[in-house]
């Protein structure tokens, strides 16, 4: 049974992540390249493919161009206007409505990578905050490598490099070599415990599914 626990920063990536893949998928099935998309969307390749994977730095704007030129506007057009879906339902029928089960897959290694990139957003987010915890990340850093394990030294190489950047972009994106570099990261040891438990906690209640409840103007009004 879906839990019904309040919306997460974990369930919140999960919706950018739909998101993103929803509008990859409708510029496929459109016959546009990226090249073509970009152009269409007056956007950097760059930029779209931060969209279409669900990242969470590029702008509303850029989220909106590229839908509006996927002609898929309208649907971010209902939740700004409150209308109700063309479905033939009255509104006492949608009103009535529970809400919208957002839910990770059960494949471990799905849990873990969003576990696992909510986390290093979070302990990002600290490190701009507190810069001190960068060069706390750093000596973790130093300590792993002086223990001479070849198979992690190429990815603590590049974590050197993108804690004394701030490079965060790199840690942060949706690609496999990014995962690579969250799985030997030294970064989640600047998080607090209570926070790395609240994020486990959160993405395992995903796994079961968590319900956003839906909220209308109208179930707020007396014989709507």
């Known amino acids: 049974m879906p839990g019904t626990s309040e919306i997460t920063s974990a369930a919140d990536q999960l919706l950018l992540l739909g998101l993103g893949a929803r509008l990859k998928r409708e510029r496929l099935r459109q016959g546009l390249t990226t090249v073509q998309m970009a152009e269409k969307a007056d956007l950097s390749r760059m930029t779209l493919r931060s969209v279409e994977a669900g ?4 702008t509303i704007g850029s989220y909106l161009r590229v839908m509006r030129v996927l002609g898929v506007s309208q649907d971010l057009a209902m939740l700004v206007n409150d209308v109700e879906p063309a479905s033939g339902r009255s509104k006492k029928q949608v009103t009535g409505a529970k809400g919208v089960v957002v839910s990770v897959s059960d494949k471990r290694h799905e849990r873990q990578d969003l576990q ?7 302990a990002v987010r600290l490190m701009k905050r507190d810069p001190a915890l960068i060069q706390r990340a750093l000596e973790t850093l130093n300590r792993w490598q002086a223990k001479g394990d070849p198979h992690a030294q190429a990815l603590w190489q590049e974590w050197a490099v993108i804690l004394q950047r701030r490079s965060w972009r790199q840690a942060l994106a949706l690609t496999g070599r990014a995962q690579q570099l969250r799985q030997a990261s030294p970064v989640v040891t ?5 926070t790395r438990q609240r994020i486990v906690e959160e993405v395992q209640r995903l796994s079961a599914g968590v319900l956003l409840r839906v909220k209308s103007a109208c179930a707020e009004q007396p014989g709507c």
């Open 190 to 194: 600047v998080l607090p415990q209570d």
């Open 116 to 122: 696992s990139l909510v986390m290093h957003q979070e």
């Open 55 to 58: 990242e969470p730095t590029p």
